[in-house]
T-cell receptor
Framework: NAGVTQTPKFQVLKTGQSMTLQCAQD?????MYWYRQDPGMGLRLIYY???????DKGEVPNGYNVSRLNKREFSLRLESAAPSQTSVYFC????????????FGQGTRLTVV | AQSVAQPEDQVNVAEGNPLTVKCTYS??????LFWYVQYPNRGLQFLLK??????LVKGSYGFEAEFNKSQTSFHLKKPSALVSDSALYFC????????????FGDGTTLTVKP
């Protein structure tokens, strides 16, 4: 049971380059999320998708776009990377009901130089 | 708006001693409260949750947490700490509104020394 799978695990980009972070879950969850984790700032929600076909902005959406390709997959795109986007990115999924816990991928460590 | 506060960036305890990691929250409505643990270079793992009922909930690896509605707190506890408990701990809250999104605290680094 793979759970939540993120690719790649590590990435170095030059300022202005673009890339897509991939995420897939095999738990049939409706809700999926993208977070970034920065030292001393906990987890901040970038975008989320409450169900297939819907996406909404979270706390820090600027500079990012997302696609909920199907129920399993939720990708995060950086169109023009900036050094401020250097971070660790986590994808998560959960049931839509709020009394359920989230399951997290292992993270993507992104460095923008 | 919902929020979670973890007032201690770091907690240090000796192996075998009890540990407490503090969490307070602010929500409109009834909260669902969660604790997650993160080991180095890994994603967050679920530890335990409070939904309703008994204020003391038990979770993985011998951890437990006490829900206190009057103090809006959900502190994580363990009677006897292990060196292997050393990790980053996050408290989180969800509510029925707000599209069920989770709000996380900033995290507390627990260090257990032999």
């Amino acid at each position: 049971n793979a759970g939540v799978t993120q690719t790649p695990k590590f990435q170095v980009l030059k300022t202005g380059q673009s890339m897509t972070l991939q995420c897939a879950q095999d738990m049939n969850h409706n809700s999926m999320y993208w977070y970034r984790q920065d030292p001393g700032m906990g987890l901040r929600l970038i975008y989320y998708s409450a169900s297939e076909g819907t996406t909404d902005k979270g706390e820090v959406p600027n500079g990012y776009n997302v696609s909920r390709l199907n129920k399993r997959e939720f990708s995060l795109r950086l169109e023009s990377a900036a050094p401020s986007q250097t971070s660790v990115y986590f994808c998560a999924s959960s049931e839509a009901t709020p009394n359920t816990e989230a399951f997290f991928g292992q993270g993507t460590r992104l460095t923008v130089v | 708006a919902q929020s979670v506060a973890q007032p201690e960036d770091q907690v240090n305890v000796a192996e075998g001693n009890p540990l407490t990691v503090k969490c307070t929250y602010s929500v409109s409505g009834n909260p669902y409260l969660f604790w997650y643990v993160q080991y180095p270079n890994r994603g967050l793992q679920f530890l335990l949750k409070y939904i309703t009922g008994d204020n003391l909930v038990k979770g993985s690896y011998g951890f437990e947490a006490e829900f206190n509605k009057s103090q809006t707190s959900f502190h994580l506890k363990k009677p006897s700490a292990l060196v292997s408990d050393s990790a980053l701990y996050f408290c989180a809250v969800r509510v029925n509104t707000n599209a069920g999104k989770s709000t996380f605290g900033d995290g507390t680094t627990l260090t257990v020394k032999p």
